[in-house]
Each structure stands twice: as C-alpha cells, then as structure tokens.
T-cell receptor
Framework: DADVTQTPRNRITKTGKRIMLECSQT?????MYWYRQDPGLGLQLIYYSFDVKDINKGEISDGYSVSRQAQAKFSLSLESAIPNQTALYFC???????????FGEGSRLTVL | GQQLNQSPQSMFIQEGEDVSMNCTSS?????WLWYKQDPGEGPVLLIALYKAGELTSNGRLTAQFGITRKDSFLNISASIPSDVGIYFCAAWGIQGAQKLVFGQGTRLTINP
C-alpha cells in the first residue's frame, strides 16, 4: 500500500459543485501539503499544515479550503468548483523542513 | 517571490544519449532536490543536495548544487527508455524556508 494515499484518483464534476479531495498518510509525518499541477507550470502550493492546529495558505489558495482532521489526514475542498480548477492535485508529506517531500499518486479533477 | 527557472522545457533524444537540464534563480537556496514524475504517478525524489558546490551521483544520474546557491543541474548519462518522464527541480529557500519551490519541469522523450 502507498504511504500517501489520495482519493478519488479521478473525478469529473460540474461547475458550482462542492468537491473534496482526501489524503491520508502512514509515514507518521507532521507536515502535509496540497499542490496543484498544470502543464508547463510545475507544482504550485495551495495549502500546507505543520500539525493538526496549524494551517497555512500557499501561493494559490483562493477558491480552496483545507481541513487537517488528524495527523494522518489532510483534505482539500473546492466549495464551488470552476473550470479553471481543472488540474492534477497532489498531496505530500514531509518530516521537518528542508527535506524530502513524499507525494501521493495524484487526483485528477475535471470541472465541466 | 522565489522562482525557479528550469530549462529546457522539453527534450527529444535518442536512446543512449546523455541529458543535461538545469535550474536557475535570482534567490539563494539552502537545499536543492531533483524529482522525476512518471505518467500517472506523483513525483519521486532522485537526488538531494544540501551544500553549495556539492556534486552527488545516483547511478547514471549526477546533480550539482551551484556554488552561488542560485542554481543546480542534473545530468543523465546513457539514457534508456525508462528515463522518460518529467523532471522537476525544487528548492528550499532561506526566506519562507517552510515551502518547497518547484521549477516548471523538463519533459524527456526518448526515441528508441
């Protein structure tokens, strides 16, 4: 089983719908991240969390919200999805800073 | 903000050729990481560099942390079909060291 698990892996939805992407990890890391990947733009940070009580905005947080339900769970929500949120979303974890990030397999979201 | 400029954006090579890609920035970074992303997967760490001037190898891969701390390169020798994918540089900065910054990626295609 993967150390960082994302669900769903693929989702097609309509404009205006609420969507939640879930991430769970078995690595025991305190730090969790949500990234968005668009072709030619690399990975952009949406939100990050250093522990259950700590949530921080990344570069592109508008239109997104997150919840850190437990050390092992970090979910990303789109309250009202729009087509330009169509992208590949990655959850990642790390143990401390300035070290390696471990990524999930990604959640591909299409907003029609 | 801190940005990484990764080049080239794409490469089309013959099997057996050597590959070179690099990342540059106007900002100073403390740690450089190189990731590879296979289709349908999340990025996986290839090499981590923690000290200016450091040259590190991992099999056919070699990466260096630039002496100015503003750049890094990745070389792949004698490419093989499984090297196909997207390669990302990433770096932890001094300011905002809590966030990992990514380059735009280099898409490598290999003709057999």
């Amino acid at each position: 089983d993967a150390d960082v698990t994302q669900t769903p892996r693929n989702r097609i939805t309509k404009t205006g719908k609420r969507i939640m992407l879930e991430c769970s990890q078995t690595k025991g890391h305190d730090r969790m991240y949500w990234y968005r990947q668009d072709p030619g733009l690399g990975l952009q940070l949406i939100y990050y969390s250093f522990d259950v009580k700590d949530i921080n905005k990344g570069e592109i947080s508008d239109g997104y919200s997150v919840s850190r339900q437990a050390q092992a769970k970090f979910s990303l929500s789109l309250e009202s999805a729009i087509p330009n949120q169509t992208a590949l979303y990655f959850c990642a974890t790390s143990d401390g800073w300035a070290g390696e990030l471990f990524f999930g397999e990604g959640s591909r979201l299409t907003v029609l | 903000g801190q940005q990484l400029n990764q080049s080239p954006q794409s490469m089309f090579i013959q099997e057996g050729e050597d590959v070179s890609m690099n990342c540059t920035s106007s900002s100073i970074f403390n740690t450089w990481l190189w990731y590879k992303q296979d289709p349908g997967e999340g990025p996986v760490l290839l090499i981590a560099l923690y000290k200016a001037g450091e040259l590190t190898s991992n099999g056919r891969l070699t990466a260096q942390f630039g002496i100015t701390r503003k750049d890094s390169f990745l070389n792949i020798s004698a490419s093989i079909p499984s090297d196909v994918g997207i390669y990302f540089c990433a770096a932890w900065g001094i300011q905002g060291a809590q966030k990992l910054v990514f380059g735009q990626g280099t898409r490598l295609t290999i003709n057999p």
